[in-house]
């Protein structure tokens, strides 16, 4: 899959915009089991990687990655800053720039990692990761309807965190209180997710003969 | 040895809250225990305004407070932590020795880590002071 400065737009600026857009939801779910500011925090962080837009799609993908990434670390101001912050990072630091499914199933692997490390959280926790384990474990898989699965998976996850309780974050505080609430953090990360792969898919991305044409070269 | 000298060679605490009220609150009352003699400095507010916390004013209160014995940075919440977690790889291997985060509550905290240097302990001292006030 090679990446060009359109692509590069239309990926950080679709999911900064859905962010932004998604703002008052992923607050209101942070009044009912954190501190309420997720998404003022998330609407900050991306404005400020939407006004850098055409900067950023100008570099090559991993330093894009990078820059957004360390927009959001230093603009979010609150706990999903260093998170998403490392997300990026790290998903920069190990992203080709010409990515195969298996190279981008590779950097999305240790840019996981990275979060669980930043976080010293792992699935089950009530938090983004109970997203983002899923997803890679659909991008690992590949196969024929892989966007639809990255999509239906994605949002199951989200949903999957409302029984949940949640053990590390703000929302740890609340204890059996903050059973059937979703999780912030796993909205915004299936919010993003989803952006991603209906950016991919209309651009064609990612394709079947895509990875053919990645494997014959 | 000049007052000035001492002070120098105290370690440093930096305390970050979401609330900039609380984090000047907590600054004074450290003073009012050790005055001058530790070098400090307090950040709090996400960047714009706003509760929360700001990784490029943590940066900026660990160089305030930077003393070659260390610094102790006192965190209230989640975020707090993790940003001044992110601030701290953000500095030069040779300062990111030498600061520590405390798993204290910032106020207490701040006051026992601040009256421990002034006595001239080591970072890890100050640490253990400060930490000994944790929640169980």
Known sequence: MSIDTHLKRRLIGEVARCMVTHAEELTALDQAIGDGDHGLNMKRGFEAVLADLDKTAALPMPEALKAVGMTLVMKVGGASGPLYGTLFMALGKALPESPTRAGVAQAFSAAVDAVKARGKSDVQMKTMLDVLVPVLAAVNEGGEDLYARLRGSAQSAAAATIPMQAVRGRASFLGARSVGHMDPGARSSSLMVTTVVDVLESEGRMTKQDENRAASR | ?????????????????????????????????????????????????????????????????????????????????????????????????????????????????GTEASAGSTLDQVRRTAEELRAR
């Open chain 2, 1 to 113: 040895m000049t007052a000035k000298h001492k002070i120098a060679n105290n370690v440093g605490i930096v305390i970050v809250s979401h609330s900039p009220d609380v984090a000047r609150g907590a600054a004074d009352m450290v003073r009012q225990m050790v005055g001058d003699e530790v070098p400090l400095a307090w950040c709090g507010g996400a960047p714009g305004g706003g509760l929360g916390t700001n990784v490029e004013a943590i940066l900026a209160a660990i160089d305030q407070a930077w003393s070659e014995a260390g610094v102790a940075i006192l965190v209230d919440l989640g975020g707090a932590e993790t940003n001044s977690e992110m601030a701290v790889e953000m500095l030069s291997e040779e300062r990111r020795s030498r600061v520590v985060i405390c798993d204290a509550p910032v106020v207490e905290g701040a006051v026992m880590a």
